[in-house]
């Protein structure tokens, strides 16, 4: 596709549920990174892949959380044992360069937590 | 104190207005983004910068790594313009967690 592809657009999961978040980057893209937006907030970084490398997963907010990218190109965020807290709005971006070179982000997926 | 600033907060103008946003950094970096977002939408990357200045139709970015401070310019304001526009800096200790700034809220009245 032209762009970033994330699915589902909209899920919702009561607490304790798992749930499992997918984005499809552009093709070609070497990096992939996940965000997590809360309501009214700017996003903040989960974590980074570099082909199937995660390089860094330091924005993981607890061991419920896992990122995958085995072949390089699809991503899925896993989410274990949800929280209401884990309510957010979760982006997907990829570039040909990490950072420094041009973002393109997906419409998210936006986690309703019950 | 956060690392990325932006002010103003929320920014109220007339179609047609001169807007400028800023955006304050306090660590090293790489590069600087300026995204926007619009209500109930995806992200969008207007400009990605590490000098100077980068112009994108009515959009002037400009960048003083001195200052560690970054301007978004828009010229002759469209209502189309109205949404959130957000100051993100990378690259800081090497590292390629993208940190953001908490965003303007633009909105242009016709």
């Known amino acids: 596709g032209a762009g970033v592809s994330q699915s589902p657009r909209y899920k919702v999961a009561k607490r304790g549920q798992d749930v499992a978040l997918r984005c499809d980057p552009i093709?070609?893209?070497?990096?992939l990174f996940w965000y997590q937006q809360a309501l009214g907030q700017g996003p903040e970084f989960l974590t980074y892949?570099?082909?199937?490398?995660?390089?860094?997963k330091s924005g993981l907010p607890s061991d419920r959380f896992f990122a995958e990218r085995p072949e390089g190109s699809v991503s899925t965020l896993k989410i274990q044992r949800t929280q209401k807290e884990d309510s957010a709005v979760y982006l997907c971006?990829?570039?040909?360069?990490?950072?420094?070179?041009?973002?393109?982000f997906g419409n998210g997926t936006r986690l309703t937590v019950t | 104190k956060n690392e990325v600033e932006q002010s103003p907060q929320n920014l109220t103008a007339q179609e047609g207005e001169f807007i400028t946003i800023n955006c304050s950094y306090s660590?090293?970096?790489?590069?600087l983004h300026w995204l926007q977002q619009h209500p109930g939408g995806g992200i969008v990357s207007l400009f990605m910068?590490?000098?100077g200045k980068k112009k994108h139709g009515r959009l002037i970015a400009t960048i003083n790594i001195q200052e560690k401070h970054s301007s978004l310019h828009i010229t002759a304001s469209h209502p189309r313009d109205s949404a959130v526009y957000i100051c993100?800096?990378?690259?800081?200790?090497?590292?390629?967690?993208?940190?953001f700034g908490k965003g303007t809220k633009l909105t242009v009245n016709p």
């Open positions: 993100a800096v990378s690259g800081g200790g090497g590292s390629e967690k993208l940190v």
């Open positions: 971006a990829s570039s040909s360069a990490g950072t420094v070179s041009p973002l393109h």
């Open positions: 892949f570099q082909n199937e490398a995660q390089l860094d």
């Open positions: 093709s070609g893209h070497v990096s």
């Open positions: 910068l590490s000098s």
């Open positions: 660590v090293g970096i790489s590069a």
